[in-house]
């Protein structure tokens, strides 16, 4: 009895941590023949106020390298989900896909990502 009372609670309380992290939704590109691109990023997430909200976005390329950052200077409590604009990414020529990550000020980066594939018109 007690330890499936344990286990109840154990997965109420990661349900409720993983609950909260941030969220990419969406992500569009237009980019140039010389693929410096502009990114347009929706995010969910329950932000609170200043000491809990996703504060920033990232791009990466599938092996891990940070290619341009998002920041983002406030809470977006009213505004769900948001979508908010990056210009002037250049992007490698060789690659066909990107990794978009969410980061907020209490769980740091998501486990969710999103992977934006670039098609023959970006």
């Known amino acids: 009895m007690i330890k499936k009372l344990l286990l109840i609670i154990s997965i109420t309380f990661v349900s409720t941590i993983l609950a909260n992290e941030v969220k990419v939704v969406n992500v569009s590109a237009k980019c140039s023949v ?6 347009n990023v929706t ?3 329950e932000d609170t106020g200043w000491k809990h909200y996703a504060n920033k976005w990232e791009i990466y390329t599938p092996k891990g390298k940070l290619l341009a950052t998002r920041t983002l ?4 409590v009213k505004e769900q989900p948001f979508t908010r604009s990056l210009s002037g990414v250049k992007i ?3 690659l066909d896909k990107v990794i978009v990550k969410g980061h907020d000020l209490v769980h740091g980066y998501s486990d969710n990502i999103f992977v934006y ?3 023959k018109k970006d």
């Open 73 to 76: 200077y406030h809470p977006h």
């Open 117 to 119: 594939e670039f098609n």
């Open 92 to 94: 490698p020529k060789e």
């Open 43 to 45: 995010l969910e997430h």
């Open 34 to 39: 010389d693929k410096i691109c502009t990114f």
